[in-house]
């Protein structure tokens, strides 16, 4: 039997996270020959209910799940973690601004940066799901400096997915034969899904759908709000669908995208112009657990404005936070 993996997830008792627990637990995302550790944090008022989640999953009985536990405690629940997903995070409340968020998360991702830096297998890959997403992602990567930047990710997998069956549905076409989707830039409704090298069955999809109106009037913004739609019909936000993105992204990230171009948030290289350290969603493909971005693609002037607008967004962001690190 191989090695159980140490898999940290913090907001374990959230919606995403009992989205998600069960998932890992079966094999979802590492596979079914990987078992796994458990390691679970939320806040000192959740363990309560983070022991009623260990009692479920210990009722289903999941012959991967080796060993589990629940902690308040960071250090505690990132000892020797070889995957962390970092979901937890302060919600919005009544009448707070965007920067008071902003300032309350920099503080727990810092916080749990420096944990990690401390305390975690020193190759842990990081899946930053709390929202700002790529900012809690910067803040957490500067706060670890003894660890590898470039393992400091940040959840864009759902906006593929959301982009893809959305092209799917106009298309007609499966999802399975939808290929290099690119999403560039923040988790946000500036995000910029660029379908110029899409494929189906080798046709370009523009061409294939040939209407620039419904991709820029109509995709584009259904796309980037889909996360409003959600919290409007459904009165919360997407967690089943936010856990099968993590799942989707860590999959491909530790086992291989099999040369698929995917999308997640990572610190730039440089890459298209975008500052060094800027999380920011580039297309990639991913094998043997390291990922790729993929250079060099023609960037017209439409992609570069929608490009620019995103990464403005992004610089704002790091700007507020930036007393903190
Ligand atoms: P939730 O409110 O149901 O759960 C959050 C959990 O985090 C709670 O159990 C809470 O006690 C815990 N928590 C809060 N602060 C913590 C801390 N410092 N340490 C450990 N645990 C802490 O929220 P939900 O629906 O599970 O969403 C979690 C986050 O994921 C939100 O920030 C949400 O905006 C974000 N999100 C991101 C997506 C993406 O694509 N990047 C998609 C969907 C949601």
């Not at 020797?80 to 902003?102: F, N, T």
């Not at 810092?110 to 992602?137: H, I, W």
């Not at 864009?156 to 499966?174: F, I, V, Y």
């Amino acid at each position: 039997m191989k090695k159980p993996v140490r898999i940290a997830v913090t907001g374990a008792t959230g919606q995403i996270g009992y989205a998600l627990l069960f998932r890992i637990a079966s094999g979802d995302m590492l596979g079914k020959d990987t078992p796994v550790i458990l390691q679970l944090l939320d806040l000192p008022q959740s363990q309560t209910a983070a022991q009623g989640v260990m009692m479920e999953l210990q009722d289903c009985a999941f012959p991967l799940l080796v060993d589990m536990f629940a902690t308040h405690d960071p250090e505690v629940a990132f000892k020797d973690a070889d995957i962390a997903i970092l979901v937890g995070a302060r919600p919005r409340s009544k009448g707070m601004e965007r920067s008071d968020l902003l300032q309350a998360n920099a503080e727990i991702f810092a916080a749990q940066g420096a944990a990690l830096n401390k305390v975690a297998s020193r190759n842990v890959k990081v899946l930053v799901v709390g929202n700002p997403a790529n900012t809690n992602a910067y803040i957490a990567m500067k706060s670890a400096p003894d660890l590898p930047a470039k393992n400091f990710t940040a959840l864009m997998r759902l906006d593929q997915n959301r982009a893809l069956s959305q092209l799917a549905e106009k298309t007609g076409k499966p999802v399975s034969k939808i290929k290099k989707l690119c999403i560039w830039g923040n988790h946000s409704p500036t995000m910029y899904t660029d379908y110029r090298f899409a494929t189906v069955e080798n046709e370009n999809v523009a061409e294939i759908i040939n209407d620039q109106d419904w991709y820029i009037n109509e995709y584009l913004p259904k796309v980037g709000k889909r996360g409003s739609a959600i919290i409007e019909a459904r009165g919360l936000s997407s967690a089943a669908s936010a856990a099968n993105a993590i799942i989707d992204q860590i999959h491909d990230w530790v086992i291989g995208s099999d040369d698929e171009w995917v999308t997640m948030g990572v610190p730039s290289d440089g890459s298209y112009g975008i500052p060094e350290g800027i999380v920011f969603g580039f297309p990639m493909t991913c094998k043997n657990g390291e990922y790729t971005i993929i250079k060099d693609l023609p960037i017209d002037e439409f992609s570069q404005e929608r490009i620019n607008q995103t990464l403005a967004e992004l610089k704002e962001e790091k700007a507020e936070i930036s007393s903190l690190l």
